[in-house]
């Protein structure tokens, strides 16, 4: 079915190698990031947090710091401003919580690093110190801790963000698995992880005498922040102003969560501007991050390499109360066309931070496990993974029977494949060694849904000296979104890059989507379309009968040079400058929503990709290096190769380190993280990482505004499983547990020896 809206078949992109528009600012240190802002009379917070996982509080004594010389108050439950409970995200369209309980309104302790105690000073040193005088007593409860002991009771979920949780299509798949010719069978599990963007969480509140609130957060959910705080405040919308023109990466984990509101509820409690920058070890404590989780995962397979059945369940934890677990069957849903499918999910309650949003949440711990199971198969076989996939790729979506919008998955592989040199691989394992190395190649699927969401507005003010200024309420976390919406603004208006203005970052501008779910891109391009269609139609009425212009249509004109000319024709027509001053008005301005996402009901919308990679594994200490790296991508039209490359790099980058380092650790005893710094918990370094190739298909999507696909998202999934089969055929030994780190490579090395 085809759109009825012509707009979305309308491509505006230009296509450019163009920088960041926002480098300079950063690099010569002129962006003000939310712990920078500086308003007069700033006083500085530092917290106070539960070293228990469950409990209530009995006393708190902080005598020693309201004493210390320059400490304004401390805050804490006896004392903190009356708030509501934020709503959820996912739940309540107006919320952002991910766990959804009262922050610092009564005794109860949920976790091992909530906070519990607010010091508010002159200097953050001050803050610090008085903040380690606070004397908290507990009264500690039984808390649910062991992932492992809690798994025979793990129970379904309502849904899996509002999709069902099980999945059946087909005939019974258990019994298609049992008679099928070829099987695999397999356990896979996945640890806890954290957050670690380069900037920590950091919020500045200001409250003036009327009541208002101005915020400076690190938010990529403003928004959705601004109308949580509302419901949470008591205060109408138009009083609160949420601004976050720069953040220092996200990756789903700058939402919403407890500091704000403490930062809000101090800046109340003292009158006094306030802000509250977490330490890396505050992250941690309050911010949670991806669920550890157990999967299955069957494959059953006739001699042709069909598909007969496959079957994905499995379970992961999450927050006592919390509506969050991660879709790990969302890529089985869509990727495969199996005779038979069963997919089912499960969790289990514990009272831990709330797992959040984390890159791919779901897809990327799903994908592991799935791209694994099916290089198992291929391996029993004899069958290369790569035509494997290719026999077993779907002509509609296998869960939905829709259309695809568009996919070449088959042709992002068959190009990847020749530039990666796959044909050489052997695919024996352990046949290719250099010294103490073995040497072996892995590939796997990369797999992300299409979202574009609903609500997203623009702004278009157009002046007569041939500027433009584009406006939405959108987020700058690094990636590229100020950069390529000024490209798209200027190829629609047929301006030189340097005229058109991208002003984003405040609620005060047309409300766009969140940054997150490889949505904010294509969201505000359909907005920014609709603006620059209303605009259009404001400059052909304003032309007047005096135009050669006159009497033409939208649908008869064209952008270009400046200015608005009839198709076919380059010298009939005339500029912004000439329409806007015979008018007598010194500019235009239109504001427009996008149109509803009518693609995402008619078709099954995906993004792909193809990851190919070469590790070397030391047989004597068990160290595994990523030596080559390629991924090969169907997204869509790409808007600007040079951010685009950077986002599909730094996805794989945070794939690597989700299979070979990253791993929070975790005390079942007491609930405490305990590895809660960088020097502890391993991301990936310049050592760790090899030179990263990335190419695109670069075919559009017709059926998506500017022809794209989100890619924030896509470059991690799938890592961890290309690495984890390249391992494989370079010792012949399966580990089935992230992070696959030295001793677990020895200990199947050994294995093997034995």
């Given amino acids: 079915m085809?759109?009825?809206?012509?707009?979305?078949?309308?491509?505006?992109?230009?296509?450019?190698?163009?920088?960041?528009?926002?480098?300079?600012?950063?690099?010569?240190g002129s962006a003000r990031f939310a712990a920078e802002v500086r308003p007069e009379r700033l006083a500085y917070a530092a917290i106070v947090t539960a070293p228990v996982?469950?409990?209530?509080?009995?006393?708190?004594?902080?005598?020693?710091?309201?004493?210390?010389?320059?400490?304004?108050?401390?805050?804490?439950?006896?004392?903190?401003?009356?708030?509501?409970?934020?709503?959820?995200?996912?739940?309540?369209?107006?919320?952002?919580?991910?766990?959804?309980?009262?922050?610092?309104?009564?005794?109860?302790?949920?976790?091992?690093?909530?906070?519990?105690?607010?010091?508010?000073?002159?200097?953050?040193?001050?803050?610090?110190?008085?903040?380690?005088?606070?004397?908290?007593?507990?009264?500690?409860?039984a808390a649910k801790l062991s992932f492992e002991a809690l798994l025979p009771g793990a129970r379904r979920p309502p849904s899996i963000l509002g999709q069902p949780a099980e999945v059946n299509v087909g005939g019974d798949a258990e019994q298609s698995l049992?008679?099928?010719?070829?099987?695999?069978?397999?356990?896979?599990?996945?640890?806890?992880?954290?957050?670690?963007?380069?900037?920590?969480?950091?919020?500045?509140?200001?409250?003036?005498?009327?009541?208002?609130?101005?915020?400076?957060?690190?938010?990529?959910?403003?928004?959705?922040?601004?109308?949580?705080?509302?419901?949470?405040?008591?205060?109408?919308?138009?009083?609160?102003?949420?601004?976050?023109?720069?953040?220092?990466?996200?990756?789903?984990?700058?939402?919403?969560?407890?500091?704000?509101?403490?930062?809000?509820a101090a800046a109340k409690l003292t009158g006094r501007p306030v802000r509250l920058a977490l330490s890396r070890e505050g992250v941690f404590r309050l911010i949670g991050g991806r669920a550890n989780a157990r999967q299955r995962v069957a494959l059953g397979a006739s001699s042709d390499g069909r598909l007969t059945a496959l079957i994905h369940t499995g379970t992961t934890g999450v927050m006592t109360g919390s509506n969050f677990p991660e879709q790990f069957t969302f890529p089985a849903r869509h990727l495969y066309a199996a005779d038979s499918l069963h997919l089912d999910q499960a969790i289990v309650e514990l009272d831990i931070p709330a797992n959040i949003a984390m890159r791919a949440p779901g897809e990327s711990i799903g994908s592991f496990a799935l791209v694994s199971a099916l290089d198992e198969l291929a391996a029993k076989m004899n069958l290369d993974p790569v035509e494997l996939r290719r026999r077993n790729e779907p002509q509609k979506d296998p869960t939905d029977g829709r259309a695809f919008s568009t996919r070449n998955l088959v042709e992002a592989y068959r190009r990847g494949a020749e530039r990666f040199g796959w044909s050489n691989r052997n695919p024996a394992p352990r046949t290719q060694r250099d010294g103490e190395w073995s040497i072996g190649q892995g590939v796997a699927t990369a797999y992300y849904p299409y979202f574009r969401f609903p609500g997203s507005a623009a702004r278009i003010r157009i002046t007569a000296d041939g500027h433009a200024v584009v406006q939405a309420a959108a987020h700058e976390m690094g990636m590229g979104t100020a950069t390529v919406q000024t490209q798209y603004a200027a190829q629609l208006l047929g301006l030189p890059l340097n005229h058109v203005t991208f002003e984003y970052g405040d609620t005060a501008l047309p409300p766009s989507a969140i940054a997150g779910g490889s949505t904010q891109t294509v969201s505000i391009a359909g907005a920014v379309l609709a603006a620059h269609e209303r605009l259009i139609e404001e400059l052909l009425r304003l032309a007047g009968n005096d135009?050669?212009?006159?009497?033409?249509?939208?649908?008869?004109?064209?952008?270009?040079?400046?200015?608005?000319?009839?198709?076919?024709?380059?010298?009939?027509?005339?500029?912004?400058?000439?329409?806007?001053?015979?008018?007598?008005?010194?500019?235009?301005?239109?504001?427009?929503?996008?149109?509803?996402?009518?693609?995402?009901?008619?078709?099954?919308?995906?993004?792909?990709?193809?990851?190919?990679?070469?590790?070397?594994?030391?047989?004597?200490?068990?160290?595994?290096?990523?030596?080559?790296?390629?991924?090969?991508?169907?997204?869509?039209?790409?808007?600007?190769?040079?951010?685009?490359?950077?986002?599909?790099?730094?996805?794989?980058?945070?794939?690597?380190g989700m299979a070979l380092t990253e791993e929070t650790l975790f005390d079942e005893r007491s609930g405490r993280i305990m590895n809660p710094s960088l020097a502890e918990y391993h991301l990936p370094v310049h050592r760790d990482v090899p030179e990263i190739e990335v190419m695109w298909t670069d075919i559009p999507d017709p059926q998506s505004p500017a022809g794209v696909h989100g890619i924030g998202e896509i470059?991690?999934?799938?890592?961890?499983?290309?690495?984890?089969?390249?391992?494989?055929?370079?010792?012949?030994?399966?580990?089935?547990?992230?992070?696959?780190?030295?001793?677990?490579?020895?200990?199947?090395?050994?294995?093997?020896l034995a």
């Fill in 178 to 264: 049992a008679t099928a010719e070829f099987t695999v069978d397999e356990i896979y599990d996945t640890p806890r992880y954290n957050h670690n963007a380069i900037e920590p969480h950091a919020v500045t509140a200001i409250w003036d005498a009327e009541d208002r609130l101005t915020l400076h957060d690190s938010t990529q959910m403003l928004a959705l922040t601004a109308s949580t705080l509302a419901r949470v405040l008591h205060l109408p919308k138009d009083k609160i102003r949420v601004l976050s023109p720069f953040v220092g990466g996200g990756f789903g984990g700058k939402g919403f969560f407890s500091h704000t509101l403490l930062a809000i």
């Fill in 547 to 656: 135009s050669p212009l006159a009497g033409a249509s939208m649908k008869e004109v064209e952008t270009r040079n400046g200015g608005l000319f009839r198709k076919g024709d380059q010298d009939i027509g005339e500029s912004y400058e000439t329409i806007l001053r015979r008018a007598g008005r010194d500019h235009a301005e239109c504001e427009a929503v996008g149109t509803p996402p009518a693609e995402m009901m008619n078709y099954s919308m995906l993004s792909l990709g193809a990851q190919f990679c070469e590790v070397r594994v030391s047989n004597v200490t068990g160290e595994v290096r990523v030596a080559r790296w390629l991924g090969s991508f169907d997204t869509g039209r790409i808007l600007n190769p040079k951010t685009a490359a950077s986002q599909f790099r730094g996805g794989i980058i945070m794939g690597i």
């Fill in 715 to 752: 470059g991690i999934t799938g890592c961890a499983g290309a690495i984890a089969n390249a391992i494989y055929n370079a010792t012949g030994r399966r580990i089935r547990e992230l992070p696959i780190t030295p001793d677990k490579v020895l200990a199947a090395l050994d294995a093997e």
């Fill in 2 to 28: 085809t759109p009825a809206d012509p707009a979305m078949r309308r491509f505006g992109t230009t296509g450019q190698w163009i920088s960041r528009l926002d480098g300079p600012l950063k690099v010569t």
């Fill in 53 to 141: 996982a469950k409990g209530r509080i009995t006393a708190i004594d902080a005598a020693d710091a309201r004493a210390t010389r320059g400490v304004i108050a401390v805050m804490t439950h006896e004392n903190a401003p009356r708030m509501g409970t934020p709503p959820r995200v996912i739940e309540d369209p107006e919320g952002a919580a991910f766990d959804g309980f009262p922050v610092m309104q009564d005794d109860r302790v949920r976790w091992n690093g909530q906070v519990v105690a607010v010091v508010i000073a002159e200097t953050q040193d001050i803050a610090e110190y008085a903040a380690s005088l606070v004397r908290v007593r507990y009264s500690q409860e």
